[in-house]
Each structure stands twice: as structure tokens, then as C-alpha cells.
């Protein structure tokens, strides 16, 4: 009788396990959470030169040699809980002193691996915080943040089909996750006032966080790292990066972002000057009564913005009699009641254009 010769099965059996062992397809980043992955190896063997039946495994050890007599080593996917956001355009958002809904759009993207809520809070930043976008802004006011809207119309533009929460937070319902490279992302947009005393240039620094919550309504999603492995349980590990305010593998991501005040900066400068008088033909005439005075009036716009609907008023004094003549502007009209001018510029563009009038009257 021949001896068995134990060590090629031995062989036989760790190379059959080792093959089972190596990397699936299955297991590739991107399996959805709480899929079952389930498998049973199988070892084959000879007795000498008659081989066996196989020998299939089983979580608590199977020794039935058969096909169908072992059981299956099952565990269920967990959940890889990535999230990033950012401004949906690195540009700050230009709004005049006093306008209202003006809007910065961020994007919310779920990189992890199964359908998640998220709740998002909007938030101003302190006079000296930063922010970079495509250049470094530096706060020094402050916007009053009125809601916050999810782009449910799916646009990218804000409009009455998204869904807007008045206050600084607003929830994100079942964002789905990552499919075939492209991550499943949504647009937040923060609407704010820009304060009315806000000059030209000035800069509010807002942020966006969003923090991960169980889908369907559920709460705070928590992580189960320090945990023992559950293979019949989905478990929860965070596998975030850190936002701009915000600490690494929380579940939490932020971003910044910025109003800059876009406004008119209005110059105005008034002069007089003597005309003619009575009695002088030929030199410096005097601004004696029935002198001819001249007023003039420039207007300079050194800002960012367009002034539109620009009226310049000037109140004559009593001791001026009715204007002999009014140029510049669009139109122009006399009240002799309140011995007022009126002159309509309609609009002054922005980076130093210039308006200018005069007023001719008699001293009386």
C-alpha cells in the first residue's frame, strides 16, 4: 500500500484558497452599500491517482465532501460615507448696495456609495476671513443671508422650480451616489441682501456646509469605526476630506464663497463763474446785480457699477432770477414756483465717466 503524500495536498488546498482570495470584481470602488457579496471555495484532492470529491467551504467549517454540502461565506458592502463641496463657479458674485436675492451658487456632490440626505447651513464669515476665488477676497461686511434654495429644476439657475427655504439651511432628500465615473452632485444657491451703506468693493465672505444624514428623512448620519466588523450589518465609515472650515472624515464638507459690492461711486463738483456784468466791457466782470453767473456741475463716476435715473436738483437761491439757460443732460425743466432746476442724465456708466451741466442766471 502506498503512503499518502500529505504535502501536495496541502499545496493543492492553499493554492485553490489563494485563488479565491484574489481581488473580484465585486469588490471594486462603487459597490453600493448593503450589497450581499457572497461566495463558497472549494478545495479538490487526490488520493494518489483517484480524485476525490471536493470538499466545499463553509463560515464554521464544512468536512461533507460533495457538491452543494458547503455554505456560503456572506458579508453585506458598507457604507463609504464622501461627500465634497464647492462654488459651482470660482467667481465672486458682483451685487449693487441694497439688492436683494442675489445669488452664490455652491455644488453638493455624494462621492460615497449609497443614496444620502444632507442638511445645509449657510453662514457669514468674520470682517478679515478670506476667500479665493480667482483672486484673494477679504471680508469687511457682512450680507443678510434670507434662504437657501436646492436646484431641484436641475438648471444650475436659480428660479421658481427649485425648492427654497427661507432662513440659512435647507435639505438635500435622497441625492443618489457616484454611477460610472460621474459623481451625483446638485446645485445650493444662498440668497442674501447686500447692506444698503455697502461702498464700492467691499466684500462678504459667505460659506456652505453640508452634513450627511441617513436617506429618507433619517438622522445624523454616525460612524461605526471604532466598531467590530458586522458582516450582517451595513456599517458606516467616513471617508471625507477636509473643507475649508471643516476637519477630515466627519461626514461634513464646506466651502466658501463671496459677494463683492458692485456700486456707483458718484463725484459731484460744483463751480461759479461771472459771465458778463453791467459795467464791464472788456476784463474781469463782477458778480454784481445784473450779473450773468454761470454754474457748472460735473458728475464722476469712479465705480463698478452703472448709476442709472441720475437727477441732479439745484434749489436757485431767491436773489438768482430764472435761469437764462440749462445745458447737459437729457432733458431738463424749470419750476418758478420753488425756483428749481431739474436735469435728467438718465445713466452715467462705471470707471470714471463724467456728466456735466450748466445753469445760467442773473443776479438780481
Known amino acids: 500500500m502506498k503512503l499518502l503524500k500529505r504535502a501536495p495536498l496541502r499545496t493543492l488546498a ?8 484574489m481581488p473580484q470584481t465585486a469588490l471594486a470602488i462603487g459597490t453600493e452599500a448593503g450589497t450581499t457579496i457572497s461566495n ?11 480524485s476525490q ?3 466545499e467551504s463553509s463560515p464554521s467549517g464544512n468536512s461533507v465532501a460533495g457538491t452543494g454540502n458547503g455554505t456560503a461565506t456572506t458579508f453585506l458592502v458598507d457604507n463609504k460615507v464622501n461627500l465634497v463641496t464647492a462654488e459651482l463657479v470660482a467667481a465672486a458674485t458682483q451685487a449693487g ?9 455652491f455644488n453638493v456632490s455624494n462621492t460615497g456609495n449609497t443614496v444620502q440626505d444632507y442638511t445645509v447651513v449657510a453662514s457669514n464669515f468674520a470682517v478679515g476671513d478670506t476667500v479665493n476665488l480667482g483672486g484673494l477676497l477679504t471680508d469687511d461686511m457682512d450680507v443678510t443671508i434670507t434662504a437657501v434654495a436646492v436646484d431641484t429644476s436641475g438648471d444650475n439657475a436659480y428660479g421658481a422650480g427649485d425648492t427654497t427655504t427661507a432662513g440659512n439651511s435647507a435639505v438635500i432628500s435622497n441625492l443618489s451616489p457616484s454611477t460610472a465615473g460621474t459623481d451625483s452632485n446638485i446645485t445650493v444657491f444662498v440668497l442674501a441682501t447686500v447692506p444698503i451703506s455697502a461702498v464700492d468693493g467691499s466684500v462678504a465672505v459667505v460659506g456652505l456646509n453640508a452634513t450627511t444624514f441617513d436617506a429618507g428623512g433619517g438622522g445624523i448620519t454616525s460612524s461605526n469605526a471604532g466598531d467590530v466588523w458586522d458582516t450582517t450589518t451595513v456599517q458606516v465609515v467616513f471617508a471625507d476630506g477636509a473643507g475649508s472650515d471643516d476637519v477630515a472624515l466627519n461626514g461634513d464638507y464646506s466651502a466658501r464663497g463671496a459677494y463683492v459690492a458692485a456700486a456707483a461711486l458718484l463725484t459731484v463738483t460744483k463751480s461759479a463763474d461771472v459771465i458778463s456784468d453791467p459795467f464791464t466791457t472788456t476784463g474781469n466782470p463782477k458778480a454784481i446785480p445784473g450779473a450773468v453767473i454761470e454754474y457748472t456741475v460735473e458728475i464722476n463716476n469712479s465705480g463698478t457699477a452703472a ?23 437729457t432733458s431738463s425743466a424749470y419750476n418758478s414756483t420753488t425756483n428749481t432746476v431739474t436735469i435728467d442724465f438718465g445713466t452715467i456708466g462705471a470707471g470714471a465717466a463724467t456728466a456735466t451741466a ?7
Open 358 to 364: 450748466t445753469i445760467r442766471a442773473v443776479i438780481q
Open 14 to 21: 492553499a493554492l485553490a484558497l489563494f485563488a479565491l482570495a
Open 97 to 105: 448696495p441694497g439688492q436683494t436675492n442675489t445669488v452664490f451658487a
Open 307 to 329: 448709476a442709472d435715473s441720475v437727477i441732479l436738483t439745484d434749489v436757485l437761491p431767491a436773489t438768482l432770477g430764472a435761469p437764462v439757460t440749462i445745458t447737459g443732460g
Open 40 to 50: 463558497t471555495a472549494s478545495v479538490s484532492y487526490s488520493l494518489g491517482a483517484v
Open 53 to 55: 470529491r471536493p470538499v
